[in-house]
């Protein structure tokens, strides 16, 4: 029998192993796992790497073969008991001969959870919760998709050191340098949707698109200390998953009256480096660095059905995220840029408004001056969105804020003043101290000449967020 800190230890690195996923396994969650044979080696080691693939226990299963017979297997979610675009898990554990399962997090989708109740009923000693905090954390996009029915949204801004995002006159680029601006591209590219409001459509005209430069391995690598020297060993911490629709063929990024898919592949803002697996390593969150040889092959075409949809599914070179417009009043231009070819786009205009944009809409009921924007995540969430990356601006930031629904900041500060000017953050809901917003640090990193900031809502003695203490 292990002890707990062989226990700890084992479970750090099937966690380390489940951050390989981030990026492209949505939207199901990423997953790793450890193997040890009878006498506690490691026999076998595998993560989950795109939805439709081999789930982590099956990949380290059969790395460690017949040693993995009256072994451990440590794996962060449960093991599956269905059989979804793939077998169940707890059968292939069972079929090996692994006498111990020890177990990070529960799974919370109801059709594939039930894995270790089924384990421990043939006899396999099980072991819960271990490291379960890392593990919630390197899958926080898919649990909070899986258990609250909404995609989850990382907000991110770029601004001053005094928390400024543009001059008085609104000119904006740029206040942070190209490897932030970088870093940003790479951090959209492993999100399934991209959002802005509709007052950053008119004023900038962005593209909206993910446009990662090729970084290399070494690159990736150096990066990945430079975040753990600042945030001193932390690892597994934010993290970019997926999960499956929960009718088990959700795709994502369809059309909004889901009469078809958008096929990025052949999209200008296709992302080719991923053609032959992601050179980044993964998602760009810290704990993906570090590449993937095994995604090197890619995945087979139409794996299990699931399509080669922009926005859906992981697989590599085919999946672009998609562009979401907040649009109470439908009052995109037909010309706008979000609306061009290279990835699909969805606008939320409220169901009242009237408009001839020819786009695809998602009418959603007003709320707070704008849209509801818990009914677009839980949309979003039914068209199998499980990761949402909004961007500008302040306005619609602040109404995510207001309504309990940022999940994440990750906050890219230049060393620079401006002193006037838009704030990044519009109004959130705060009228007096006692109602600030407070959150804590995750990772702290230099990235070129700036600074990236990763925050979460800080948690209240009760366990709630804070931010979420209004709603
Ligand atoms: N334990 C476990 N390991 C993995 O590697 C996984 N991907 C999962 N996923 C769970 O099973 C559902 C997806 O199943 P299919 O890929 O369709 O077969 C997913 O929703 C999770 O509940 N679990």
């Not at 292990?2 to 939207?27: C, N, W």
């Not at 446009?211 to 990736?220: I, L, N």
Request: charged share 20%; aromatic share 4%.
């Amino acid at each position: 029998m292990e002890t707990p800190a062989q226990d700890a230890a084992h479970m750090a690195r099937a966690v380390e192993l489940a951050a390989h996923g981030h990026g492209t396994t949505s939207p199901n969650p990423v997953v790793g796992c450890v193997v040890l044979d009878a006498a506690g080696r490691v026999a076998g080691e595998g993560f989950h790497a795109y939805a439709g693939g081999p789930h982590a226990e099956v990949v380290a299963l059969a790395q460690a073969g017949e040693r993995a017979r009256g072994g451990t297997a440590y794996v962060t979610l449960e093991p599956c008991d269905h059989t979804g675009r793939t077998g169940p898990c707890s059968r292939a554990l069972l079929e090996a001969g692994v006498a111990r399962v020890v177990i990070a997090v529960s799974d919370p989708n109801p059709k594939a959870a039930g894995g270790a109740a089924r384990l421990r009923g043939q006899g396999v000693a099980v072991t819960a919760g271990v490291l379960a905090e890392a593990a919630e954390r390197v899958n926080e996009e898919w649990l909070t998709y899986a258990r609250l029915g909404r995609a989850h949204v990382t907000w991110k801004f770029a601004a001053t050191l005094d928390g400024r995002s543009a001059a008085e006159d609104g000119t904006s680029k740029w206040i942070t340098s190209p490897e932030a601006r970088a870093d940003v591209h790479r951090l959209r590219a492993a999100s399934d949707a991209i959002v802005a409001g509709i007052g950053t459509v008119l004023a900038d005209d962005p593209h909206l698109t993910a446009r990662p430069a090729a970084v290399t391995r070494a690159d990736a690598a150096g990066s990945a200390v430079a975040v753990r020297e600042v945030t001193q060993g932390r690892s597994g911490t934010a993290g970019q998953a997926g999960a499956e629709a929960l009718d088990g063929r959700g795709g994502r990024g369809g059309r909004a009256d889901g009469t078809g898919r958008f096929d990025g592949r052949d999209g200008a803002a296709g992302r080719p480096e991923n053609a032959a697996g992601r050179p980044d390593g993964g998602a760009g969150w810290p704990a993906s660095a570090g590449g993937r040889p095994e995604m090197a092959a890619g995945r087979p075409e139409g794996a299990a059905g699931w399509p080669a949809s922009a926005g859906g599914g992981a697989e590599p070179g085919g999946r672009v995220p998609l562009r979401v417009v907040v649009d109470a009043g439908a009052r995109t231009p037909q010309s706008a840029r979000v609306l061009d070819d290279q990835a699909p786009t969805l606008i939320a205009v409220a169901d009242d408004s009237d408009t001839t944009l020819k786009a695809d809409l998602l009418r959603l009921p007003r709320r707070d001056g704008g849209l509801d924007l818990e009914a677009l995540l839980r949309e979003l969430a039914a068209r199998g969105v499980v990761s949402v990356f909004l961007e500008g601006g302040p306005t619609l930031a602040g109404s995510f804020v207001r309504q309990g629904l940022a999940d994440r900041v990750v906050a890219y500060l230049a060393p620079a003043l401006l002193g006037s000017g838009r704030a990044a953050l519009g109004a959130a809901g705060v009228g007096t101290i006692g109602e600030l917003h407070r959150l804590t640090f995750d990772e702290i990193s230099p990235i070129g000449p700036d600074v990236r900031l990763i925050a979460r809502p800080a948690r209240n003695e009760a366990g709630s967020s804070d931010v979420h203490r209004n709603h």
